[in-house]
C-alpha cells in the first residue's frame, strides 16, 4: 500500500521571479553603494594624510571587489606613517579615513538594501 500527495502552490513562478529581481537589484545597489563609500573614504585619507611630495596621497587608492572595500596606499613607505615606527609617530591617515565612513557605509547599505526590497515587491 502507498500514499501519494500533490500539491499545487499559485504564484511561485511570480515569487520566484521576484526573489531573482532582488537578488539582482540587491546586489547591484549594495555594490554602488559600497564604491560611493570607498570613493569617499579614499578623499578623506588623501586629505588626512601628511604631505611632503605628494607622492604618498597619489598611491592612495578605494576599489571594490566582490563585497569588499579595499583601501590602501602603494607608496613603499605608507605602513611605516600609518602604523609607526620605534621613530615615527603612527599618522592614521587610512584607518580614521576608514572610521570615519563606516556608519555612513552601513546606512548607505541598508538604504540600498531597503530601495531594492521596494522596488521587488513594487513589480
Not at 32 to 42: C, G, P, Q, T, V
Not at 72 to 98: D, H, I
Amino acid at each position: 500500500m502507498s500514499v501519494e500527495m500533490e500539491m499545487h502552490m499559485e504564484g511561485v513562478p511570480e515569487l520566484k521571479e521576484k526573489l531573482n529581481q532582488l537578488d539582482g537589484d540587491m546586489k547591484r545597489n549594495v555594490h554602488d553603494a559600497m564604491r560611493f563609500e570607498a570613493d569617499a573614504m579614499k578623499n578623506a585619507a588623501r586629505a588626512r594624510c601628511p604631505i611632503r611630495t605628494g607622492r604618498l596621497r597619489d598611491s592612495i587608492f578605494a576599489k571594490v571587489e566582490e563585497w569588499t572595500v579595499k583601501l590602501g596606499a602603494t607608496a613603499p613607505y605608507a605602513v611605516y606613517l600609518e602604523f609607526g615606527t620605534r621613530y615615527v609617530q603612527p599618522r592614521r591617515f587610512l584607518s580614521n579615513a576608514v572610521e570615519s565612513r563606516m556608519q555612513s557605509l552601513v546606512n548607505r547599505m541598508s538604504r540600498a538594501i531597503k530601495q531594492a526590497i521596494g522596488e521587488a515587491s513594487a513589480v
